[in-house]
């Protein structure tokens, strides 16, 4: 006599693995048919360019091969060009993006062309420039579509990257730093301040000097010989990478020689430089002699 078996959690996960899988398999059947149904596509289907940042134009030249129900496209009248934007990562997606993003969509759309150089060439036309501080990357899409069908189409995707150049000055975080250090902290060797320059290009490979300077205000009972003698950067130097300034004179700063340095600080970015000035002032202290 047929008796039914009581399921165990074990079988009933079992019977639902199986479903899933019996599922599973049935989409993969349809993916697959609908992409060997595809009635046209590209090939290849994507490449990257690099763009150079403010070059005035840049064309690049693409041989389109176009294969429509199963036969290769010579003639490009029947194919319809388009660009469809899309998002970086976001491929085959339509753009959607901030406010900013869509702006700069629309500022990459005005500059950006497809030209049929002949029935087999494309050219696309990036009427430039581009600067790589605000649009590093983009991507969009060159749909071929069949004129016959709007159905009909596929996708060739564009990656651009926008090269960076060296095309901004390194701007300090002051154009004037007014530093007070008293007599008795400003030893030999003891940090006075620090300047800080930024670089829109990425400010990795800055670097600090000591341009020029002047003691200034000087006591009047000094040896007038030594005041010619006397160089800024006997008093001060810099650490190239940080931008902190230390104390290099050997007997510290003294109020009493002088209550006053002006310094020119360069920031360099291996192609342009900037300078900002820095004022240090002594304060006197009370020293016992
Ligand atoms: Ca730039
Ligand atoms: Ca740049
Ligand atoms: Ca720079």
Not at 217 to 240: G, H, L, M, Q, V
Not at 259 to 269: G, M, P, R, S
Not at 271 to 281: C, D, E, P, W, Y
Request: aromatic share 12%.
């Amino acid at each position: 006599m047929f008796r039914f078996k009581k399921l165990s959690k074990l079988d009933i996960m079992f019977i639902f693995f199986a479903f899933y899988l019996i599922l599973l398999n049935s989409s993969i059947i349809h993916m697959i048919e609908v992409s060997f149904g595809k009635p046209a596509y590209f090939v290849p289907s994507a490449t990257t360019y690099q763009l150079p940042e403010n070059a005035p134009s840049f064309t690049e030249m693409y041989i389109p091969q176009v294969i429509l129900n199963n036969t290769f496209v010579i003639d490009s009248s029947l194919i319809k060009y388009e660009i469809r934007f899309i998002n970086v990562t976001l491929k085959n997606k339509a753009f959607i993006g901030t406010k900013k993003e869509v702006e700069q969509m629309e500022f990459i759309r005005e500059r950006l062309s497809l030209k049929l150089v002949s029935k087999l060439i494309m050219a696309i036309v990036f009427d430039s420039p581009f600067d790589a501080e605000k649009i590093k990357e983009f991507c969009f899409n060159v749909s071929a579509v069949d004129i016959k069908n709007a159905k009909i189409f596929d996708n060739f995707t564009v990656r651009v990257l926008v090269g960076n150049i060296n095309d901004n000055l390194p701007v300090f975080d002051h154009i004037l730093y007014n530093i007070s250090i008293s007599e008795k902290s400003a030893i030999m060797n003891s940090p006075v301040c620090q300047v800080h320059a930024t670089d829109a290009d990425g400010d990795n490979e800055i670097k600090y000097s000591i341009v020029d300077g002047l003691v200034a205000d000087i006591a009047e009972n000094k040896d007038s010989k030594k005041i010619t003698d006397i160089r800024i950067k006997d008093f001060f130097n810099i650490d190239e990478n940080t931008g902190i300034i230390y104390v290099a004179w050997e007997f510290g700063l003294d109020y009493e020689f002088s209550k006053i340095y002006h310094l020119t600080i360069k920031a360099f970015d291996k192609q342009n430089a900037m300078s900002t000035r820095v004022h240090i002032h002594v304060i006197d202290e009370n020293e016992e002699i």
